[in-house]
C-alpha cells in the first residue's frame, strides 16, 4: 500500500521550498559596503593603484554602485585624523573594512573588533601587534602585507651608492606618525654602517613640516637623499622631485609613482599588486572566511624603476648593470 501525502505535508514542503527561494534571492541582490581608509583621494596619476583594486573586485562579480557601496575617507596626510574616519566607517556598519598602510589599520584596529579588516602594506603586522602570526593572524585583521619592506632597507642603499659611489651623507625623509618605519628607519641605519655611510634622520609627519626638513639637508649638506614609503609622501611626491631637482640630490623613493613624478629611483615592493590581492580578500571576506585564519600574504614582486631624464640632469650615470636590473626605465 502506497503511502498517501496529506495537504498539511505538501504545504509545509511548498513553504519550506519558498523560504529557500526568498533567501536567495536576498543573497543574490544583497548590496555589500566596504569601508576604505586611506592617506591620499584617488586623482588620476594615482590610478594606477587604485585601478587594480576595483579590478579585482570586478573579477569577483562585484560591481560599485550594483551590489557594493565604497565608503572612502582620506585622512588627507593627517596622520591624527585617522581615529575619526575609522569610527565614521564602523558606525556606517561596512561589511569589510579596508585600511591602507599602519596608521589606518592601527586606528582601524581601535575602532573595532568585530568587522573583518584587510590591512594592505603594513610592513610588520605580527611585530605591530596587527595579528599573531603571517600563518594564522587570529584576530579580525588579514591582508598582503609588505614585511620584505624590512630586508630592502639595505637594497635602497646599496642601490644608491652603486648609482652614485662618492655619496657619504644621505638624509632620510620618514613619518613618526608611522608605526612601523621607525623599525624601517633602525634597519636602515644598520645598513648604512655596513656601507660606511652616515644617516641624516628627519622626521616629517604632515604636509607643513617639509620646508623645515628640507632646510635641515640643505644645511647639513646632503649628499643624496633616502625616502622611506609612506602614503603621506606618496601625496607629497612631485613636491619631493621638485626639491630633489632643484638641490641636485640623488634620490630614492620606496614608491614607483615618486619616479613617475620625477624623482631619480624608486625600489621596493608592487604597490598594485597589492591592491589587487586586497580585492581577493575583500572576496573571501564577504563570503564567510574568518580573518583570523586567513593567512597573510607577503610580497613576491619588487620593482626597480630608473628616471633616466633626471639622471641627465643631475649629469649621473647610470652603471649599465642597473639599467639591465630594471624594471622600468622611464625616459
Given at each position: 500500500?502506497k503511502?498517501?501525502?496529506?495537504?498539511?505535508?505538501?504545504v509545509?514542503?511548498?513553504a519550506?521550498l519558498?523560504?529557500?527561494?526568498?533567501?536567495?534571492?536576498?543573497?543574490?541582490?544583497?548590496?555589500?559596503?566596504?569601508?576604505?581608509l586611506?592617506s591620499?583621494p584617488?586623482?588620476p596619476?594615482?590610478?594606477?593603484l587604485?585601478?587594480?583594486?576595483v579590478?579585482?573586485?570586478?573579477?569577483?562579480?562585484y560591481?560599485e554602485?550594483?551590489n557594493?557601496?565604497?565608503?572612502?575617507r582620506?585622512?588627507?596626510?593627517r596622520?591624527?585624523?585617522?581615529s575619526?574616519?575609522?569610527a565614521?566607517?564602523?558606525?556606517?556598519?561596512v561589511?569589510?573594512?579596508?585600511?591602507?598602510?599602519?596608521?589606518a589599520?592601527?586606528?582601524?584596529?581601535?575602532?573595532?573588533?568585530k568587522?573583518?579588516i584587510?590591512?594592505?602594506?603594513?610592513?610588520d603586522?605580527?611585530g605591530?601587534?596587527?595579528?599573531q602570526?603571517?600563518?594564522r593572524?587570529g584576530?579580525n585583521i588579514?591582508?598582503?602585507?609588505?614585511?620584505?619592506?624590512?630586508?630592502?632597507a639595505?637594497?635602497?642603499?646599496?642601490?644608491?651608492k652603486?648609482?652614485?659611489?662618492k655619496?657619504?651623507?644621505?638624509?632620510?625623509?620618514?613619518?613618526?606618525?608611522?608605526?612601523?618605519?621607525?623599525?624601517?628607519?633602525r634597519?636602515?641605519?644598520v645598513?648604512?654602517?655596513?656601507?660606511q655611510?652616515q644617516?641624516?634622520?628627519l622626521?616629517?609627519?604632515?604636509p607643513?613640516e617639509?620646508?623645515?626638513?628640507?632646510?635641515?639637508?640643505?644645511q647639513?649638506?646632503?649628499?643624496?637623499?633616502?625616502?622611506?614609503?609612506?602614503?603621506m609622501?606618496?601625496?607629497?611626491?612631485?613636491?619631493?622631485?621638485?626639491?630633489?631637482?632643484?638641490?641636485?640630490?640623488?634620490?630614492?623613493?620606496?614608491?614607483t609613482?615618486?619616479?613617475?613624478a620625477?624623482?631619480?629611483?624608486?625600489?621596493?615592493?608592487?604597490?598594485p599588486?597589492?591592491?589587487?590581492?586586497?580585492?581577493d580578500y575583500v572576496?573571501?571576506?564577504?563570503?564567510g572566511?574568518?580573518?583570523?585564519?586567513?593567512?597573510?600574504?607577503e610580497?613576491?614582486?619588487?620593482?626597480?624603476t630608473?628616471?633616466?631624464?633626471?639622471a641627465r640632469a643631475?649629469?649621473?650615470?647610470?652603471p649599465r648593470?642597473?639599467?639591465?636590473r630594471?624594471?622600468?626605465v622611464?625616459?
Amino acid at each position: 500500500m502506497k503511502p498517501r501525502t496529506g495537504p498539511f505535508v505538501i504545504v509545509l514542503v511548498l513553504a519550506l521550498l519558498a523560504t529557500s527561494l526568498v533567501a536567495e534571492a536576498q543573497q543574490a541582490g544583497k548590496v555589500y559596503r566596504i569601508g576604505y581608509l586611506g592617506s591620499t583621494p584617488p586623482t588620476p596619476e594615482t590610478a594606477y593603484l587604485w585601478q587594480p583594486f576595483v579590478e579585482g573586485l570586478r573579477e569577483h562579480g562585484y560591481v560599485e554602485g550594483q551590489n557594493i557601496i565604497i565608503e572612502r575617507r582620506y585622512s588627507k596626510g593627517r596622520t591624527e585624523r585617522f581615529s575619526a574616519l575609522a569610527a565614521e566607517l564602523v558606525r556606517l556598519r561596512v561589511d569589510v573594512l579596508v585600511a591602507v598602510a599602519a596608521p589606518a589599520t592601527n586606528a582601524a584596529r581601535a575602532a573595532t573588533t568585530k568587522i573583518p579588516i584587510v590591512s594592505v602594506a603594513v610592513q610588520d603586522p605580527v611585530g605591530l601587534g596587527f595579528a599573531q602570526s603571517l600563518a594564522r593572524p587570529g584576530g579580525n585583521i588579514t591582508g598582503p602585507t609588505l614585511t620584505a619592506g624590512l630586508a630592502i632597507a639595505g637594497k635602497q642603499l646599496e642601490l644608491l651608492k652603486e648609482t652614485v659611489p662618492k655619496i657619504s651623507h644621505v638624509a632620510v625623509l620618514w613619518n613618526p606618525g608611522n608605526l612601523m618605519l621607525r623599525q624601517v628607519l633602525r634597519e636602515t641605519e644598520v645598513a648604512a654602517q655596513k656601507l660606511q655611510l652616515q644617516l641624516q634622520p628627519l622626521g616629517v609627519r604632515g604636509p607643513d613640516e617639509f620646508d623645515s626638513a628640507f632646510s635641515a639637508i640643505i644645511q647639513r649638506h646632503a649628499d643624496a637623499l633616502l625616502v622611506l614609503a609612506d602614503p603621506m609622501f606618496f601625496g607629497q611626491r612631485t613636491r619631493l622631485a621638485d626639491f630633489a631637482a632643484k638641490n641636485r640630490l640623488p634620490a630614492l623613493y620606496g614608491l614607483t609613482a615618486h619616479v613617475e613624478a620625477g624623482g631619480l629611483m624608486a625600489y621596493g615592493a608592487s604597490i598594485p599588486d597589492l591592491f589587487r590581492s586586497a580585492a581577493d580578500y575583500v572576496d573571501k571576506l564577504l563570503k564567510g572566511a574568518n580573518p583570523a585564519e586567513l593567512p597573510m600574504e607577503e610580497p613576491s614582486k619588487f620593482e626597480l624603476t630608473i628616471n633616466m631624464k633626471t639622471a641627465r640632469a643631475l649629469g649621473l650615470i647610470i652603471p649599465r648593470s642597473m639599467l639591465m636590473r630594471a624594471d622600468q626605465v622611464i625616459e
